[in-house]
């Protein structure tokens, strides 16, 4: 892979994991400064070692790994606030979260052929209700259904997406 396609990669990864990341690095440090600062950081070193970055291998755990120790750096180096966790404490919750995180990911990336599996219908219910944040009413009146037949739609979608991502896991293992 050539140097440019390689550099093209890692930004498209480190953008796509950027929210990931800075939640990451909130939920160890719970400010919200503090956690923007660590992310910077972080990001400067993942570019520095973009040598050791692998197309082909999961760019989440690399980056969270590198984000754990500027986080313990960054307790460290501000160990005068009384605010801050100990190095001990945050490791142990990096390790959970780092676990929760990529439990997450698995479960996106197993819901993502099941939203390809619905309807045009199905999916427009879905994304009125879940990516607009439209209340059942709007939804409702936008679509020219009563509200209890919204209800009942995005509840028998909801539990045919539940049932496919549990299946499509159950095949991943």
Known sequence: MDASNRSEQFVQQLTEHQNRLYGYVYSLLGDH???????????????????????DKPFLPWAFAIARFQ??????????????????LAETLSE?????????????????PC????????????????????????????????????KVALLRIRRNLANCVQKNLAEES
């Open 33 to 55: 400064s503090r956690a923007s600062d660590v992310v910077q950081e972080t990001n400067l070193v993942l570019w520095r070692k973009i040598d050791e970055f692998q197309a």
């Open 71 to 88: 986080v313990l750096a960054h307790l460290r180096d501000h160990q005068r606030d009384r605010f801050l966790l100990d190095a001990e």
């Open 96 to 112: 959970e979260v780092q676990q929760q995180a990529i439990q997450l990911e698995a479960v996106r990336d197993a819901l993502r």
């Open 115 to 150: 939203m390809d599996a619905l309807t045009a219908e199905h999916r427009d219910l879905i994304d009125r209700r879940y990516f607009r944040a439209m209340s059942v009413a709007d939804v409702a009146a936008d679509v020219n259904r009563n509200v209890s037949a919204v």
